[in-house]
């Protein structure tokens, strides 16, 4: 999740500061802090713990179309959050097959359950070997660590 604001990058700065959120261990995770749980060629993708507590309470949700295209690193939506509206980027590349349509009722979910209820779209992946940039639990972990030690 790149901030999209200078406000949301000052944000980002000072939160940086508290401790580090939950990670899953199967899961693949982007430097924008959103994770991709791959089965097959599939992947359900969402914004990480360490994202939305970031955010602070998440008010709203932009989902994009069942069809669309969506590209690594390219945003496909947005999160509004009480503090920030921050784009969410894509951690593969491939077309949306499901949004989470809960979200538009409960755009809640993405901070009470980031990695089960608030995941955000899923997506047939067009090309596997984007998954081997992605980071493993333990490397995202330790990121999130470095991000901290440089705020």
């Not at 604001?5 to 430097?31: N, P, Q, T």
């Amino acid at each position: 999740m790149r901030w999209v604001s200078r406000a949301a990058f000052h944000l980002r700065i000072s939160v940086f500061r508290r401790g580090f959120a939950s990670v899953i261990e199967h899961l693949k995770y982007a430097d924008s802090h959103e994770w991709a749980d791959v089965d097959g060629t599939y992947a359900k993708i969402g914004i990480t713990d360490h994202a939305q507590d970031h955010l602070g309470d998440v008010v709203y949700v932009e989902l994009p179309e069942v069809g669309a295209t969506v590209s690594k690193g390219k945003n496909f939506g947005a999160v509004e959050s009480v503090k920030a509206t921050s784009d969410v980027y894509s951690p593969v590349s491939g077309e949306v097959i499901e949004v989470n349509t809960k979200l538009n009722e409960s755009p809640g979910l993405i901070n009470a359950s980031p990695f089960k209820d608030g995941w955000i779209i899923k997506v047939q992946i067009s090309d596997s070997t984007e998954l081997k940039s992605l980071m493993d639990s333990d490397q995202y972990t330790k990121f999130c660590e470095e991000e901290d030690a440089k705020h």
